[in-house]
């Protein structure tokens, strides 16, 4: 797999990633030989050797370099990293860096920048995908509000397709809040949100305000909190525990959890279990049409009491709990909207009779499209993640995300209508007034599909337009 | 006489995996020998230090199974898989069965050819070519389904059995149904005879009959690899004059097969019990005997909550057709609604292991009644014993049955989703 990771928020959850990643084989691979899970993510490299030093399996661990690209186009965070303990784990070719920032501004990212820089990235890309045995996969990792990660990271996903048309792009987006103290916020995210319908394969969308949410009610949990109910430390989603870095830092806990769900993505196409999911699988299964491939991520367990005489909690709460609202990374209600597909990833010490017997009990409650009322994806990974013995990531296509991109919309409206700060993008050769106008009606076309298949929630609606693909 | 086996995905290769251990703990020293040494060269190649290296290709396009697989084996110090038997790729095939058999099964022909001949010519006789695989992901039922194709084309004159795994109903892979269809609709034209076992049945025969609280795919994978051993192992047929039979897939296709539009068998095996129990277990012929026939008649997959109300059609009612008398048919007669979800089969195959065996009365599965009436049940009814206890049963008997039985879950997959 290759990771991409840009912007400062792209950087900065991609930073909390290899570090979680690097605990998690540390804890798994207790014989330092460099092995088929970690080639996933990593190369292994003897410096000393002339030829480059790639090392096959089966050797021990030399240097292990993550399989990333980085791009900023302002150093600070990059610097960070190159400074810090995570140094080793990149080496310069990785990285794209520029002095003066995007300036919020989704057209200087994706048009400016986007040319000037195209032939450097093209280079990177290809020069990471040569390293890789067999490239299955594109992580995107980037924040939808700002300018670099928005603009010139959905620049990116638009080259990584016609570069490498057939490998899949599983892209995370981190979407900004109403309150979100960037004003053009609302503009960047619309523009971006057209080249994602258009050229990811899978996008999971995952929302500040979810995650600052999920981050307080731990610090409830750990500070206030029933007495003799502690957490384990190095358990929470939130939790850098474990890993290279010391001190933690404002974002860290809200970006640990991005991280430990790219985690949970991977695990099963990382490690062994009785019944793997592949990246691949995911698009396959949750993606009926091709634009409608916006997947709801809900992760549980949040964290592990430390003390083990409270009984741990029984593994069914585990799953009614990935359809609760408090385990989400996004703020739609999906139980009044409509499932189109559902994947259940579990990891640890769980059985297909557990996964059976929860998925009957859960599902009536579940409202589901009518041409798939049986379907689930399902994976079971032997390894459960540091801290716990077993945990599950959901990834939901359901209707509710329109909710999502009805607030987008909205927010977008109201600033082009005044035509706010609309002149800071026309300045920008290359950017114009369509631009704006397309992607407002990408937007709107897309919540009209989604619109159309809730039409059908509850009745045997033969034709709705978009199912007459199948004839 | 010898089986060679072609492991395909995830599902394929683990049921396959436990197979080769059910039989070969099945035939240990200690056994009669005959059958000992039958079952050994039917599944086993014996290198000169005597190790059993199993007959069997591995083929998956990721490699986390086969190696999982592998290493099992070389830690059971029983037996191992050659070490050039395997094949697999990187990349998966995304449960999507065009890329399996479109693209992964021509792109690798050549290479999982030669795996397979490789194993066939260390056979001093071939007895047939079985597939494992399941249908609901990409791997197993594309590439399997086109691997299919390729034996066929590279062995026209021998026996090819597919044995397939069909998922849960309530989904373990959103598309399977599709996979499913493709899948089955490609293998009637291939194969000899389709063995399947569904999920769902064997879940509840883990949970019901077993009484395991906690059941996981080894457990599954350990009661299909039960019943297929059941099947697969030495017998005594009707054709192989009082010696264990030499063509085991051969006389299972013909004894089962006998029309080309119906190939699907289906099996239970009596009885099944948790394994801690067996040892303080009587067993007689008749009790289970007449369970089996009644799971037949009333398409019961297990050996608990039979329908006894279930009755065979009375003479009036029986029909040329397999649907006559079947589902939504028999009018007339105190007997129609029970004659309406009678299983009516086309052949069954009866095989018998342990004690006693030729004391086992079978009369009650040769009831014309059972059948369709363009076959006698002298040609639609067949028998194999072996004396020799099957799997610490001291006595135990397989049904391997062509009915109805798999009508249901035929329609359910082919309904959903719905393709205008």
């Known amino acids: 797999m290759r990771h991409s990771k840009v912007g400062q928020c792209g950087n900065q959850v991609g930073c909390r990633f290899w570090d979680l990643a690097l605990r998690e084989h540390a804890h798994v691979n207790k014989t330092g030989v460099y092995d088929d899970a970690l080639s996933s993510f990593f190369r292994n490299v003897d410096s000393r050797k002339s030829d480059g030093g790639a090392c096959g399996f089966g050797g021990r661990i030399q240097h292990l370099k993550a399989r990333a690209v980085l791009v900023d186009m302002e150093e600070g965070v990059v610097n960070e990293i190159l400074q810090g303990p995570l140094s080793e784990v990149f080496d310069s070719t990785q990285l794209l860096t520029d002095v003066s920032g995007s300036g919020n501004n989704w057209a200087v990212g994706h048009m400016s920048y986007g040319s000037v820089y195209r032939e450097q990235i093209v280079d990177k890309l290809r020069k990471a995908a040569e390293h890789c045995d067999c490239l299955q996969c594109f992580f995107l990792i980037h924040s939808m509000g700002g300018g670099t990660g928005s603009g010139l990271g959905t620049r990116v996903l638009s080259l990584l397709e016609e570069e490498f048309p057939e490998v899949c792009r599983i892209v995370t987006s981190v979407y900004p809040s109403p309150e979100d103290d960037v004003i053009t916020s609302p503009y960047n995210s619309v523009l971006a949100m057209k080249e994602l319908s258009e050229h990811a394969d899978c996008v999971i969308p995952v929302e500040n305000q979810s995650l600052v949410d999920i981050v307080n009610k731990i610090k409830h949990m750990s500070d206030g909190g029933k007495p003799g109910l502690t957490i384990r430390k190095d358990s929470s989603i939130i939790s850098g525990q474990g890993g290279l870095r010391g001190a933690e830092k404002p974002f860290d806990a809200m970006n640990n959890i991005v991280a430990n769900l790219l985690l949970n993505i991977t695990s099963s196409a990382r490690f062994e279990g009785s019944l793997n999911m592949d990246l691949n699988e995911i698009a396959m299964n949750l993606v009926p049409f091709p634009r409608l491939h916006y997947l709801v991520p809900s992760l549980t367990p949040l964290y592990t009491l430390a003390d083990v005489s409270v009984p741990t909690r029984r593994l069914d709460q585990m799953f009614s709990d990935a359809f609760s609202k408090d385990h989400q990374l996004l703020r739609a209600n999906p139980k009044h909207s409509l499932y189109l597909a559902c994947a259940l990833m579990v990891r640890g010490n769980v059985q297909v009779s557990d996964l059976r017997r929860n998925i009957e009990r859960l599902r009536p409650s579940l409202p589901f499209v009518s041409w798939n009322q049986e379907g689930w994806k399902t994976g079971l990974c032997s390894v459960p993640p540091v801290g716990h013995s077993h945990s599950l990531l959901a990834l939901a296509n359901n209707t509710c995300v329109k909710s999502t991109f009805l607030d987008l919309k909205e927010r977008f409206t109201k600033l082009y209508r005044k035509k706010a700060h609309l002149h800071h993008y026309l300045h920008v050769e290359g950017m114009e007034q369509s631009c704006f106008s397309e992607a407002i009606t990408s937007l709107s076309s897309l919540i009209e599909e989604y619109h159309h298949l809730d039409a059908t929630k509850g009745k045997l609606i033969p034709d709705a337009p978009r199912l007459s693909i199948a004839r | ?420």
């Open chain 2, 1 to 420: 006489m010898s089986v060679v086996t072609v492991q395909l995905g995830q599902c394929g290769n683990q049921v396959g995996h436990e197979l080769f251990d059910v039989v070969c703990g099945d035939a240990h020293d200690g056994q009669r020998r005959s059958y000992c040494s039958v079952s050994r060269e039917r599944f086993f190649h014996q290198t000169e230090r005597g190790d059993l290296v199993a007959r069997a290709v591995l083929i998956d396009m990721e490699p986390k199974v086969i190696k999982h697989s592998m290493n099992k084996a070389a830690n059971s110090g029983r037996w191992t898989y050659g070490d050039d038997a395997h094949f697999s790729q990187k990349q998966g095939s995304g449960n999507n069965w065009a890329n399996g058999f479109c693209v992964h099964g021509p792109r690798h022909e050549a290479a999982l050819e030669e795996l397979v001949r490789r194993q066939v010519e260390r056979c001093d006789r071939l007895s047939g070519l079985m597939a494992m695989m399941s249908v609901a992901g990409g791997t197993g039922s594309g590439v399997g389904t086109y691997v299919t194709q390729c034996l066929r084309d590279t062995f026209p004159k021998s026996f090819i059995v597919n044995q397939l795994t069909w998922p849960y109903g309530t989904g373990e892979v959103i598309v399977q149904n599709y996979n499913s269809v493709l899948t089955l609709a490609h293998l009637y034209g291939l194969s000899d005879a389709i063995l399947v076992h569904e999920n769902d049945t064997v879940h509840g025969i883990c949970a019901r009959l077993l009484n395991l609280k906690h059941i996981s795919f080894g457990d599954v994978n350990r009661v299909i690899a039960h019943q297929l051993g059941a099947v697969l192992q030495p017998a005594l047929t009707t054709d192989s004059h009082g010696l264990y039979s030499r063509n085991p897939l051969g006389e299972l296709a013909s004894a089962l097969v006998c029309h080309p539009e119906y190939k699907l068998l289906s099996m239970s095996t009596v009885p099944q019990m948790p394994s801690a129990s067996i040892a303080y277990s009587t067993f007689s012929w008749p009790g289970p005997l007449r369970h089996l026939r009644q799971m037949l008649v009333s398409n019961s997959k297990m050996e608990e909550g039979i329908d006894w109300q279930v009755r065979l059609p009375a003479a009036s009612e029986r029909s040329r057709s397999l649907t006559g008398g079947g589902r939504g048919g028999g009018r007339g007669g105190g007997g129609a609604a029970a004659a309406a979800i009678f299983n009516r089969s086309l052949a069954n195959l009866l095989i018998l292991r342990g004690k006693d065996v030729y004391s086992a009365e079978t009369g009650g599965f040769e009831d014309p009644a059972l059948f369709t009436s363009w076959l006698s049940p002298r040609d639609a009814f067949s028998l194999w014993k072996s004396p020799v206890p099957f799997n610490k049963y001291e006595k135990s008997a397989t049904l391997v049955s062509n009915s109805q039985a798999l009508l249901r879950p035929l329609d359910d997959m082919s309904l959903h989703p719905p393709v205008r």
